[in-house]
């Protein structure tokens, strides 16, 4: 639950407490995108709203 905007906050939290840092953030309506970097690591986030609930797209790309 929650804004799309809250959810955004939440994620941009727990990111960077786990050493994830805000590349970009951006809103277009509604919709918010987080991208986040952690060494070669990129992590997308999308939350959108849908109904009555948020949805969140989380697309990461692991460099090993």
Known sequence: GGSTSD???F???EMQNKGWSIDRS???GDAR???FRKGLN???ILIIPAGNMTQVL????IIK
């Open 7 to 9: 959810v955004a906050g």
């Open 11 to 13: 994620y941009q939290s």
């Open 26 to 28: 951006f809103a277009e």
């Open 33 to 35: 995108v987080l991208v």
């Open 42 to 44: 990129t992590s997308n």
């Open 58 to 61: 989380i697309n990461e790309e």
